[in-house]
Nanobody, 124 residues
């Protein structure tokens, strides 16, 4: 079965950094563009970052631009999200997702597979 397993979340203080990982199995990873989304309690799932199949095109939501970096290692079937200078408003469950069709990389509906999420909590 297709599985996306996130890891690397945790409880940190404002200004700290984390690196999230998402290991993908059950599909040909290099054929999929990848994205990261996040969802805080009671709020909508929000686009964070996306990366194309070869890693050459990167997309970010404005609130994380300059602080977060998405990357991928196709040899390891893994997509990463480096989170720097974290803010309390970054607190959320972070999900990785895979898409087969190049549609809007910022749209939740563009993605076919989702992980279970990893919690990032940033204290003030």
């Amino acid at each position: 079965q297709v599985q996306l397993v996130e890891s690397g979340g945790g409880l940190v203080q404002a200004g700290d950094s984390l690196k999230l990982s998402c290991v993908v199995s059950g599909l040909t990873f290099s054929n999929y563009a990848m994205g990261w989304f996040r969802q805080a309690p009671g709020k909508e799932r929000e686009f964070v970052a996306a990366i194309t199949r070869n890693g050459e095109m990167l997309y970010y939501t404005d609130s994380v631009k300059g602080r977060f970096t998405i990357s991928r290692d196709n040899a390891k079937n893994t997509v990463y999200l480096q989170l720097n200078r974290l803010k309390p408003e970054d607190t959320a469950v972070y999900y990785c997702a895979a898409r087969t069709s190049f549609t809007n990389p910022r749209a939740t509906a563009s993605y076919d597979y989702w992980g279970q999420g990893t919690q990032v909590t940033v204290s003030s």
